[in-house]
């Protein structure tokens, strides 16, 4: 499985981003698929999941209400809609693909394939 994240940028304080992570490979329905975020001397952290399906979804606290996960099975591709931003929510944003085929958790060990990131800056 490969994956490819994009749609990072700068952003205002309040304002939205989208974004996507393309996949490959003929699994991809069948993987949870995850989003995490790292900022600048800080650990990766989880964000939000998204099962197989795309019927269950899991999210981090501090992003509940504002971020929704959701993924397009026919397009191979994983979303992660991030409204009201705040500048605490700086951090290059990762997708990555569990290596079950089940929901396993949000551990960053349960998640071998990762996207290269993609920049999120919110400015206050």
């Known amino acids: 499985v490969q994956l490819q994240a994009s749609g990072g940028g700068l952003v205002q304080a309040g304002g939205s981003l989208r974004l996507s992570c393309a996949a490959s490979?003929?699994?991809?329905?069948?993987?949870?698929m995850g989003w995490f975020r790292q900022a600048p001397g800080k650990e990766r952290e989880f964000v939000a999941v998204?099962?197989?399906?795309?019927?269950?979804?899991f999210y981090t606290d501090s992003v509940k209400g504002r971020f929704f996960i959701s993924r397009d099975n026919a397009k191979n591709t994983c979303y992660l809609q991030m409204t009201s931003l705040k500048p605490e929510d700086t951090a290059v944003y990762y997708c990555?693909?569990?290596?079950?085929?089940?929901?396993?958790?949000?551990?960053?060990?349960?998640?071998?394939?990762w996207g290269q990131g993609t920049q999120v800056t919110v400015s206050s």
């Open positions: 490979g003929r699994t991809f329905s069948r993987r949870p």
């Open positions: 990555a693909a569990d290596h079950n085929m089940y929901y396993s958790g949000t551990a960053l060990q349960e998640f071998d394939y």
């Open positions: 998204i099962t197989g399906s795309g019927h269950s979804t």
